[in-house]
Nanobody, 114 residues
């Protein structure tokens, strides 16, 4: 069965850093586009970052220069390095895998607060 398991979320102060991880199983990981979405209270779920099988990346404007998405195909894992975190980054972050179908993880809470 397909499974995406996120980890690394938590509470961090403004200006701090976190690294999220998503471990995938049940898919041929190397050929999937992987992404991170987030959803904050009162907002629609938005795509934060994505990385294709060829390594091309995309970021929403609000995180450019602060977040970096990467993948390790040998470990079937995608990462989101988040630096210079702001309170408005507070959300549940979801891992996504997409080819013809797409799959979702359960989400991990990121809270940025003093």
């Amino acid at each position: 069965q397909v499974q995406l398991v996120e980890s690394g979320g938590g509470l961090v102060q403004p200006g701090g850093s976190l690294r999220l991880s998503c471990a995938a199983s049940g898919i041929i990981f190397s050929i999937y586009t992987m992404g991170w979405f987030r959803q904050a209270p009162g907002k629609q779920r938005e795509l934060v970052a994505a990385i294709t099988s060829g390594g091309s990346t995309h970021y929403v404007d609000s995180v450019k220069g602060r977040f970096t998405i990467s993948r390790d195909n040998a470990k079937n894992t995608v990462y989101l390095q988040m630096n210079s975190l702001k309170p408005e980054d507070t959300a549940v972050y979801y891992c996504n895998a997409q080819l013809t179908n797409h799959y979702w993880g359960q989400g991990t809470q990121v809270t940025v607060s003093s």
